[in-house]
Structure formats: structure tokens, C-alpha cells
């Protein structure tokens, strides 16, 4: 199931809307929102929680309209040496090194709702106590004149 309809994509899409709709006649746009959800959900599935369509996080739409949007003007053809068309590249790149980002446990920066079904994995990703309740058997001469 893909996160973005074709006219949901049209209205985020820099792309001009008869393009698109050139394209989506033999289902080349539908079939591009299927395989990119399906690349972007591989990619983050181990460390998020599942999504459906109605609470998909906005930068994953960002993400998939991005590289969706480049597979169609490379069908359509463009010029690689065009600034607005070397935009466009830049933005699909800048979305594939996003989701290596997400997708590390480590440094990965992106407020996307955490899996909390795995043994191991909670929602908190990073801390540990920094305190103990316990005194140490060494306490008890320091607090000998207390009592």
C-alpha cells in the first residue's frame, strides 16, 4: 500500500499535473508511490513503529514525493545539466541520506514514533539512571552522629 494516492503526490509534486497524469496512464506513478513505500518502510521497520495512511509521519511523505519525483522526470527526460533539473537530483539524494539517518539506532535524528513490540526496545532511546535509592555499607559512619 503506498503512503500517497496519485492526487495526493500531484499536489505535492513540483511536477506540472498533465505530466503526472501522462505518466499515471499506464501506472507508472502508482506502481513508483507502491515501491518507494515499500523501500522506505523496509528501511525504517526494524526501529519504528508501523504506520498506516492516515498517521504516516509528514517527512516520510516528504521523503517518498522526493524520490518519486525524480524516477518520473527521468522517464519523462530531462536535462541532467539544468540547475532546476540538478535540484531535483539533489533532493532525491538528500532523501536516500535522511533515511540511512532515521534508519541508524545510533545517530539517527528524526521524531518518528519509536516500535515498542520488540523485546528490548522502548520509546526511550538514550539515558540510564544516574542515581542509586541503595546507601553504600560505607555510609553508616559518616551518618552515626545524625541520629
Request: aromatic residues 10%; contains cysteine; proline residues 6%.
Amino acid at each position: 500500500m503506498a503512503y500517497l494516492t496519485t492526487t495526493e503526490f500531484t499536489a505535492r509534486s513540483c511536477m506540472n499535473p498533465d505530466d503526472v497524469a501522462q505518466l499515471n496512464t499506464d501506472g507508472f506513478v502508482e506502481a513508483k508511490l507502491e515501491d518507494y513505500s515499500s523501500y522506505i518502510w523496509s528501511r525504517l521497520s526494524k526501529r519504528y513503529a508501523p504506520f498506516d495512511s492516515t498517521s504516516v509521519p509528514r517527512i516520510i511523505l516528504i521523503w517518498l514525493t522526493d524520490l518519486v519525483t525524480l524516477d518520473c522526470y527521468m522517464r519523462l527526460g530531462f536535462s541532467p545539466s539544468s540547475d532546476q533539473d540538478a535540484q531535483i537530483v539533489a533532493k532525491a539524494d538528500q532523501a536516500k541520506a535522511d533515511l540511512l539517518e532515521a534508519a541508524n539506532s545510533e545517530t539517527g535524528l528524526f521524531g518518528i514514533p519509536l516500535r515498542q513490540d520488540t523485546p528490548g526496545t522502548s520509546g526511550i532511546s538514550k539515558g540510564r539512571p544516574l542515581v542509586r535509592s541503595g546507601k553504600s555499607p560505607y555510609d553508616w559512619p559518616n551518618n552515626q552522629g545524625d541520629s
